[in-house]
């Protein structure tokens, strides 16, 4: 069974050295003459407007902790679904509390503009 | 063989990954080592064939936990300061700590005699997982959605305090 890693262990290998062979050719062959104008990140994005390591809103941790919580979920609602064929109907009460629990939170994350960009 | 050299590459990613951890001097850049030890744990429960483990640390580690961490981090004043420090006068406070733990983990993993079964693998986990929900463990499952819902709405109280 883990032969089939293998193959995932080759693509990871490849796809670390695809980049690294690139830059790295770059490197070698490129003159290091540099000026300012040839130091501009040209079609990399756009010059940053004061400083670049400040302090974000606090705002962008509710979304990442929705995501963890449901996340979560995921991981617990899988086994849940690959067994459901045999288990009837109590598992799909079973996960419909489960949900039920989950969406009330989500609907007070909602009710409360936590979703909301203000 | 190839199973041991896949083994030292793995532990060796996951201790490097611990390592920058503690050493580098931004603790933007540790968030960033901290995934990379998920993943080398990851492989290690793959090696170990314990593959529903190894998507779960994955998904939830290096998907959720790793962006919590790194979106805790940049919302906290000062922490994205090129010039604040990373290290304070209590690391070597820490670092007795962490030795200490250490060396209780080492006598335990040396005095527990790690019986081997002689049964075979369960051969479909996640199905034996699945219906030990509906059975034996219905109440914790439905309890973990009662602990997700606190943490959820104990974040945006916490968070939308003005």
């Known amino acids: 069974m883990l032969n089939q890693y293998l193959f995932i262990g080759i693509l990871a290998l490849a796809s670390f050295a695809v980049p690294v062979i690139g830059i790295g050719f770059a490197w070698l062959i490129s003159p290091k003459r540099a000026n300012p104008l040839k130091r501009s990140i040209y079609e990399c994005g756009l010059e940053t407007i004061g400083e670049t390591w400040v302090q974000f809103r606090v705002q962008y941790y509710i979304y990442a902790l929705v995501f963890a919580v449901f996340d979560v979920e995921i991981a617990f609602l899988l086994p849940w679904a690959v067994a459901y064929n045999r288990l009837g109907l109590v598992a799909l009460v079973d996960v419909v509390i489960f949900l039920g629990i989950l969406a009330t939170a989500l609907a007070y994350a909602w009710r409360k503009g936590a979703l909301r960009w203000s | ?162």
Do not use: C
């Open chain 2, 1 to 162: 063989m190839a199973l041991q050299i896949a083994f030292v590459i793995f532990s060796l990613i996951a201790l490097i990954g611990a390592f920058l951890v503690v050493t580098t001097r931004r603790l933007f850049h540790s968030a960033l080592a901290l995934v990379l030890s998920f993943v080398g744990v990851a492989g290690l429960y793959i090696l170990l064939e314990a593959e529903f483990l190894a998507a779960l640390q994955i998904l939830i580690y290096v998907g959720a936990i790793a962006i919590l961490i790194i979106f805790a981090v940049i919302v906290t004043r000062h922490l994205m300061d090129p010039k604040a420090r990373a290290f304070n006068e209590q690391w070597w406070r820490a670092a007795l700590v962490a030795a200490g733990l250490f060396l209780i983990l080492v006598f335990t993993i040396a005095k527990v005699p790690w019986p081997v079964s002689e049964a075979p693998l369960p051969t479909n986990v996640i199905f034996s997982m699945g219906s030990s929900f509906v059975g034996t463990y219905l109440v914790p499952f439905e309890v973990i959605s009662v602990l997700l819902m606190v943490a959820l709405v104990g974040a945006i109280i916490i968070a939308r305090e003005r």
